[in-house]
């Protein structure tokens, strides 16, 4: 079965710029899996950031952006805040009505 | 506005059957492009996609689970429900529905609050 991979953790400074990956264990992430990410903060339920690569979700800062970069897709907080620090989740359409997660990454703001 | 909301039992016995109802407000699952998922997330883990119900009653299920998984709409009653037999400890988790959007963009939009589901003897 297809693995979605995300990093496991990163670390960004305040103010600073960080950009989360979506990858595939086998192929190339494309437009054509409407890349999608979600923000989730501990015991909340996920919000949703940036659908179809690129698209900002209603309400969403323009400080996240998506796009594909090489063969995965990506998620660039430009100008991370305090409050930015949560677990990010891509999702991945794969064809047939069938959607995969990643295992998420948590980010840390410091 | 558009709302979801889980509900169900927080405790089943293992070799259960689970039975989680979405209700659902703002909008309609007989709208073409529409979809209600369910997701669930054990505790300090990642999300998992479970099951698809789309507006045209078309189903789909995480291939690992297919087999335990049942997911139904009632339009008139704006409910989705899921079943999945033979509930196991590992199926311990906060099981989420979310409102698809399917077509132009495909993607969860909103989500329910979430429902713990813990399976124990």
């Known amino acids: 079965q297809t693995v979605v991979t995300q990093e496991p953790s990163f670390s960004v400074s305040p103010g600073g710029t960080v950009t989360l990956t979506c990858g595939l264990s086998s192929g190339s992430v494309s437009t054509t899996y409407y890349p999608s990410w979600y923000q989730q903060t501990p015991g909340q339920a996920p919000r949703t950031l940036i659908y179809?690569?690129?698209t900002r979700s209603s309400g969403v800062p323009d400080r996240f952006s998506g796009s594909i970069l090489g063969n995965k897709a990506a998620l660039t907080i430009t100008g991370a805040q305090a409050d930015d620090e949560s677990d990010y989740y891509c999702v991945l359409y794969m064809g047939s009505g069938n959607w995969v997660f990643g295992g998420g990454t948590k980010l840390t703001v410091l | 506005q558009i709302t979801l909301k889980e509900s169900g039992p927080m405790l089943v016995k293992p070799t259960q059957t689970l039975t989680l109802t979405c209700t659902f407000s703002g909008f309609s699952l007989s709208t073409s492009g529409v979809g209600v998922g369910w997701i669930r997330q054990p505790p300090g883990k990642a999300l998992e996609w479970l099951a698809l119900?789309?507006?045209?009653?078309?189903?789909r299920y995480s291939p690992s689970l297919k087999s335990r998984l049942t997911i139904t709409k009632d339009t008139s009653k704006n409910q989705v429900v899921l079943s999945m037999t033979n509930m196991d400890p590992v199926d311990t988790a906060t099981y989420y529905c979310?409102?698809?959007?399917?077509?132009?963009?495909?993607?969860?939009?909103?989500w329910g609050q979430g429902t713990l589901v813990t399976v124990s003897s």
């Open positions: 119900i789309y507006w045209d009653d078309d189903k």
């Open positions: 979310a409102l698809l959007w399917f077509g132009v963009s495909n993607y969860f939009d909103h």
């Open positions: 179809s690569t690129n």
